[in-house]
């Protein structure tokens, strides 16, 4: 039996859309992974069940019987030329749908590389993906059928939520915004604890707070129809605790700098990928 979906790559990320597919019904048979790592092999066999090989070739792909399947690219930017180059004689171009989710090569890129006619599917996943809570923005091509993008979907929804964007340089934003946007959140517990522990906590204690409150926030914007500013505003009573750290915090641009962050961030995506391109 031939594979439907086959990972280019078995990392962390893969293995979390792997086992979020698994966890959601696919069977191990329709699914498998090339990675050159002999331990990493294994240990996706051990863990999901899937077959997975060292190349292509050694999963029966060659030049005379190209593999039809979805093709999911889980390589690092900086390798995935060389891979599509390398793996493009040994795919249907006319069956293969390409869901790649190296983080800011363009599509542009990848048809110069994989063909002109090929269907391909960009998604940006960020880290929560690994407990099945991640948010993947998506952009598809105008060669992408409906069926490629409810595949692409499925593919991303067995890690969390999705996005889909129709303009593929606002995938730029979504990396600045979810893509990288762990980082951000790991940046305010560390300072987070890092005052609690200031403030005469244990470390332990301050980040027990800060996690908590931070899950238990983001649950309550999840859940509120109110805006981010309403929510601030119940907890802001005019010269309060919460009014005084705000107060702090304006008086030091602390937006203004987050949002130069996130600028910051946004503009490298767009470096990478006329490094990568």
Not at 48 to 53: L, P, Q, Y
Not at 241 to 253: G, K, L, N
Request: hydrophobic content about 50%; proline content about 5%; overall charge neutral.
């Amino acid at each position: 039996m031939q594979p439907d979906i086959v990972f280019i790559g078995g990392g962390n990320m893969a293995r979390a859309i792997i086992g979020g597919l698994r966890q959601h019904g696919q069977p191990a048979p329709a699914l498998a992974a090339i990675e050159p790592n002999a331990a990493a092999r294994e240990a996706l066999t051990q863990d999901f069940g899937i077959r997975t090989a060292g190349t292509l070739q050694a999963l029966g792909a060659s030049a005379a019987a190209p593999l039809a399947a979805t093709i999911v690219w889980a390589v690092k930017p900086q390798v995935l030329k060389d891979a599509m180059l390398a793996a493009r004689p040994l795919l249907s171009s006319q069956q293969c749908l390409h869901l790649s989710i190296a983080a800011g090569v363009t599509t542009a890129s990848m048809q110069a590389w994989l063909g002109d006619d090929v269907r391909i599917v960009r998604a940006m996943p960020n880290t929560p993906a690994l407990l099945g809570q991640g948010m993947t923005g998506l952009f598809a091509t105008a060669s992408a059928s409906q069926a490629d993008r409810s595949k692409a979907q499925t593919i991303a929804a067995a890690v969390g939520q999705t996005l889909w964007v129709e303009q593929e340089s606002l995938l730029d934003a979504v990396t600045a915004l979810s893509g990288s946007g762990p980082a951000y959140v790991f940046y305010f517990l560390e300072a987070m604890r890092e005052a609690g522990t200031q403030l005469g906590l244990t470390p332990e204690q301050a980040y027990q707070l800060a996690v908590a409150t931070f899950a238990g926030a983001s649950a309550l914007a999840a859940q509120s129809p109110e805006s981010p500013e309403v929510l601030r505003q119940r907890v802001t009573s005019k010269g309060g605790t919460t009014f005084a750290a705000t107060q702090a915090m304006d008086a030091q641009h602390m937006q203004q700098h987050f949002i130069a962050a996130m600028r910051a961030s946004h503009d490298r995506a767009r470096e990478m990928a006329r490094e990568f391109g």
